[in-house]
């Protein structure tokens, strides 16, 4: 009999490409305390095709809440169709937590099937909710939580981010680990999460957004980071890890003491960084980086106009991000560059010089792979949402309409029904214009991927989407699988 049942939804269609998904951390974070008081179980949407008959077995044992991860975007969908699935079957109470109940908690709450809103960090929040459920059911002092009482909605005050090297150890037994080890060129890939928040305030990003306590950057320190590194590879024999940190070079010597101890081990790793912080590396950090077994570097370059990097707050220039682009061609450090379409004010020329920049480094460096270039999504309480408001977006008032946001929306007011189009193209071949196809499970995926790469960078290049019918076979193949 488990005391609480967490649920991470799925989130996007490109998960049926892949076999193994990324560890769902956030649930598995959540349960550090209450793991060790309770018993927890987590069901998986993404791998679990039965979860409906599993959940419905461990409400027939009346848990004591059922919680929820969420993510702006198609993730809230499934969420819903969850919490809906628990309410229809029983009355046990359903907790939200994850990054869009933080952003939006009242209207979150709101949310007929949702009693039980977790902002922030909710490692000691989730673990005091339990111990109310099965004790007093006195919740009005539990820090970080927001919960209603009589129709109306109780607000406790925030709770304080905690030291991350004081935190239990990540409960790996709540989940079959095998699941979640990616297999990439006959190594194995698993997360691990070295540091939290970032320092930046790039004005399109979650971290512009959220309250400003849980944005502050803090991090494992270099020999717990190095501990749980090699309990990684001794319990689970790992041998490539990709540090999920959303900033993980804030810090360059704590980065440096990490690497040159990781370089006497056999592992790879991959992680995302910063342009700006890239910019600094000497020639020596770029050494250790590459003996160490850097597998890839994340950078966000975001746009191919000065204008809009300006006016996103990203804080650096088009000449900075070709100069590392440089640099890492030298050292042959494989980049993969994040970038978006679809700003306010953000001109049709504007989004030819982010496809420009983008054909630019993909042909620079071999290694290198760009992202899938998504429309931008504008998320709440930040300047971009605010601007995005003025000129016509009408604010999502519910859960319903926030989960109508995905990779590939593009249904904005600014934006023509010709642009719309031109930016769903590019998201489309972006997808196989380089060698992302190399870290998909699916043959069938691969084999298309393979065939089409010289299509796709075609269309990008010249930016010729006559006769495009490509979208039409990823549909059905959504559809199928």
């Not at 029983?90 to 009693?115: C, M, R, Y």
């Not at 005050?157 to 409960?171: E, F, G, H, S």
């Not at 075609?458 to 199928?480: A, C, G, W």
Request: glycine share 4%.
């Amino acid at each position: 009999m488990s005391d609480a049942v967490l649920i991470y939804p799925k989130s996007s269609y490109l998960e049926k490409g892949m076999k193994n998904q990324y560890l769902p951390l956030s649930l598995l974070s959540i349960s550090r305390y209450a793991t060790l008081e309770f018993d927890i179980k987590i069901i998986d949407q993404r791998i679990n095709n039965n979860w409906k008959k599993d959940l419905l077995k461990e409400l027939n044992q009346n848990p004591l809440c059922v919680g929820v991860s969420s993510l702006t975007g198609e993730q809230i969908n499934h969420g819903i169709e969850v919490s809906k699935f628990v309410k229809q079957h029983s009355n046990i109470p359903i907790v939200w937590g994850g990054t869009h109940a933080s952003l939006l908690p009242e209207q979150t709450l709101n949310n007929k099937f949702v009693d039980f809103v977790i902002i922030g960090e909710g490692e000691l929040t989730f673990h005091e909710l339990l111990r109310s459920l099965r004790r007093s059911r006195d919740f009005d002092k539990i820090e970080g939580l927001w919960y209603k009482k009589e129709g109306k909605t109780k607000k406790n005050k925030l709770r304080k981010i905690q030291d991350m090297n004081n935190l239990p150890d990540v409960p790996y037994h709540l989940v079959n680990v095998k699941d979640y080890i990616q297999r990439l060129y006959g190594r194995k890939r698993f997360i691990l999460e070295t540091s939290r928040g970032c320092t930046n305030r790039c004005q399109f990003c979650y971290y512009s957004s959220t309250i400003a306590d849980f944005n502050r950057w803090r991090s494992l320190n270099p020999d717990k980071a190095l501990d749980q590194i090699r309990y990684l590879i001794d319990k689970f024999r790992i041998n490539d890890i990709e540090f999920i940190d959303d900033n993980f070079f804030v810090n360059m010597n704590r980065v440096s003491n990490i690497l040159q101890e990781v370089s006497k081990l056999d592992l790879t790793w991959t992680t995302a960084g910063r342009i700006s912080s890239s910019i600094k590396m000497d020639d020596n950090f770029l050494r250790l980086m590459r003996r160490s077994g850097l597998y890839r570097l994340g950078q966000g370059v975001e746009t191919g106009s000065q204008r809009i990097l300006t006016m996103i707050n990203k804080g650096i220039t088009l000449e900075q991000i070709k100069t590392v682009s440089k640099r890492f061609t030298k050292f042959k450090i494989p980049a993969l560059y994040a970038l978006m379409l679809g700003f306010p004010t953000e001109t049709v020329n504007e989004m030819k010089d982010t496809t420009k920049l983008a054909v630019y480094l993909l042909k620079q460096n071999k290694n290198a792979r760009i992202s899938i270039m998504h429309c931008f999504r504008p998320l709440p309480n930040n300047k971009l949402f605010d601007m995005a408001i003025k000129m016509g977006l009408k604010e999502p008032k519910n859960l319903e309409e926030w989960g109508k946001y995905s990779m590939d929306y593009a249904n904005l007011p600014w934006l023509s029904t010709k642009t719309q189009k031109f930016i769903q193209n590019l998201n489309f071949v972006s997808l196989f214009v380089d060698k992302k196809y190399e870290e998909v499970d699916s043959s069938l995926v691969k084999l298309f991927s393979r065939i089409y790469k010289p299509i796709a960078f075609y269309r990008m290049q010249n930016l010729n989407f006559n006769l495009m019918f490509e979208p039409k076979i990823k549909d059905i193949f959504v559809n199928l699988s």
